[in-house]
Nanobody
Framework: QVQLVESGGGLVQPGGSLRLSCVASGSFFSIANMGWYRQAPGKQREFVASIIFGGSTKYADSVKGRFTISRDNAKNTVYLQMNSLKPEDTAVYYC?????????WGQGTQVTVSS
């Protein structure tokens, strides 16, 4: 089982930026497909962005052009740079790793966009 620990959430004004980090345990990070998901109050968890072990990325339409996912295999870390934040980006953000059939989740980090 991979353990994931997110950090970097907080309160930010509309138009501001945050960078989330997710550190993974274990020695298989470099071959893991990593993703960020979010869940707003009263809503289902939704896909935000992903990056496969080869480096290709995907984004939800709602964050394209504003969010950037990246990874540092030497640090077992995946990042989510969030720019031009909107109130509708408010949610708990979760990190996910997928290695073969094994899926792991972090505990989540709260992002609140409000003036």
């Amino acid at each position: 089982q991979v353990q994931l620990v997110e950090s970097g959430g907080g309160l930010v004004q509309p138009g501001g930026s945050l960078r989330l980090s997710c550190v993974a345990s274990g020695s298989f990070f470099s071959i893991a497909n990593m993703g960020w998901y979010r869940q707003a109050p009263g809503k289902q968890r939704e896909f935000v962005a992903s990056i496969i072990f080869g480096g290709s990325t995907k984004y939800a339409d709602s964050v394209k052009g504003r969010f950037t996912i990246s990874r540092d295999n030497a640090k077992n870390t995946v990042y989510l740079q969030m720019n031009s934040l909107k109130p509708e980006d408010t949610a708990v953000y979760y990190c996910n790793s997928q290695i073969a059939a094994m899926s792991s989740w972090g505990q989540g980090t709260q992002v609140t966009v409000s003036s």
